[in-house]
């Protein structure tokens, strides 16, 4: 509410970007509610809606229409696929420390 054409578009393609980002072989369902049109200026009739459609299309994304508002939109990740390896590295550290300590040894002369 309260955007103007494109800088709702602007704020969807960032989004979009996103969810693109999420590593290839997940996808995402996102609704997309750019409204009726209900208030756009009568001059220029309903504009949202139509340009998120011509975006959806440039993309190339599957969506299907659930309202006269609103669009779900299905985005496939293509980012970097996280392998098992990874993700443990990253991951963090939970149970005993398996790590070697050392003692402080005494100093030679604190031996006497």
Known sequence: HGLRTEEAIEAT???????ED??????????LIPGAGHHSNAAGGIALKPACEKLILERQYAFKN??????????????KVV??????????K??????????PQ???DDAN
Not at 66 to 79: E, P, W
Not at 83 to 92: F, L, V, W
Not at 94 to 103: K, Q, R
């Open 13 to 19: 393609k960032k989004r979009f970007a996103e969810l």
């Open 22 to 31: 999420k590593p290839m072989g997940t996808t995402t369902d996102l609704e």
């Open 66 to 79: 659930i309202s006269a508002g609103s669009l779900r939109v299905t985005i496939r990740g293509r980012g």
């Open 83 to 92: 392998t098992n390896k990874a993700a443990k590295e990253d991951e963090p």
């Open 94 to 103: 939970i149970g005993p420390d398996t790590s070697t300590t050392v003692e």
């Open 106 to 108: 005494p100093a030679a």
